[in-house]
């Protein structure tokens, strides 16, 4: 066990789908997923669950970690994890506990693997990084669309061919590392330090709509 937490942010609020970290897949809760890959990773010296929902933080105080009720203040739409995150640090510091690393584990990316999760925290801490995070490689050509609505390729529209074309990735949020004394430094956790590292394309998925909830039903089974 290393001298780790692992943070699960977990609002009560969301636009897309109401209560959505309490959407259930496999008869389970996105946020009980979590907490239980959390706890069976055996990786944490705490587990720490923020939310402004007094039905999420009874789940959380059921399955026996610590849970932060979270002000309204910092509970809105327009909140930032960095606010949630900071607010933690500083409850555990008051009551003297201590910790070197952070690690970020949203509730919405529930087909993120248990492995996934080890080998990300070891590399993170074999390697020293400051800040890491996961990606995906897309497998398409990038286009962005101008105010004419016509897409202007931002790589060489003359490669055709997927293998001669230059890899771009990008950020799935399935899990995030900090070093505590960084974050409470800079009081952020984006970094133009940030470290990377590839995961399948499949745990990317991350849960915004009713459509992206149903795909992870059918492949939730089938990916662990």
């Known amino acids: 066990m290393s001298?780790?937490?692992?943070?699960?942010p977990a609002r009560?609020?969301?636009?897309?789908?109401?209560?959505?970290?309490?959407?259930?897949?496999?008869?389970k809760?996105?946020?009980?997923?979590?907490?239980?890959?959390a706890k069976k990773s055996k990786l944490f010296k705490k587990i720490i669950l923020s939310s402004d929902s007094?039905?999420?933080?009874?789940?959380?105080?059921?399955?026996?970690?610590?849970?932060?009720?979270?002000?309204?203040?910092?509970?809105?739409?327009?909140?930032?994890?960095?606010?949630?995150?900071?607010?933690a640090v500083n409850y555990l510091y008051l009551r003297k506990i201590n910790f070197e690393n952070i690690i970020i584990m949203q509730p919405t990316s529930p087909l993120r693997k248990l492995n996934t999760l080890k080998k990300f925290?070891?590399?993170?801490?074999?390697?020293?990084?400051?800040?890491?995070?996961?990606?995906?490689?897309l497998d398409h050509n990038i286009s962005v669309k101008n105010k004419k609505n016509i897409f202007i390729p931002i790589v060489n529209k003359n490669i055709r061919r997927r293998q001669d074309?230059?890899?771009?990735?990008?950020e799935n949020g399935l899990i995030y590392f900090l070093k505590t004394k960084n974050f409470l430094k800079n009081k952020k956790i984006?970094?133009?330090?940030?470290?990377?590292?590839?995961?399948?394309?499949?745990?990317?998925?991350d849960i915004n709509n009713l459509n992206d909830l149903k795909i992870a039903r059918l492949l939730y089974n089938k990916t662990k």
């Open 54 to 87: 007094r039905t999420i933080i009874n789940l959380g105080n059921k399955k026996k970690i610590l849970t932060i009720l979270r002000p309204k203040q910092i509970s809105s739409d327009k909140s930032l994890t960095e606010a949630a995150l900071f607010h």
């Open 29 to 37: 809760s996105l946020v009980e997923l979590t907490i239980n890959q």
């Open 165 to 170: 074309r230059k890899s771009f990735f990008y």
């Open 121 to 137: 925290l070891k590399i993170c801490l074999n390697k020293k990084f400051t800040h890491a995070l996961t990606v995906s490689k």
């Open 3 to 8: 001298n780790t937490i692992a943070f699960i």
């Open 12 to 27: 009560k609020g969301s636009k897309s789908i109401r209560n959505k970290n309490l959407k259930l897949i496999n008869n």
């Open 190 to 205: 984006y970094s133009s330090k940030w470290k990377y590292i590839e995961t399948e394309l499949y745990e990317s998925l």
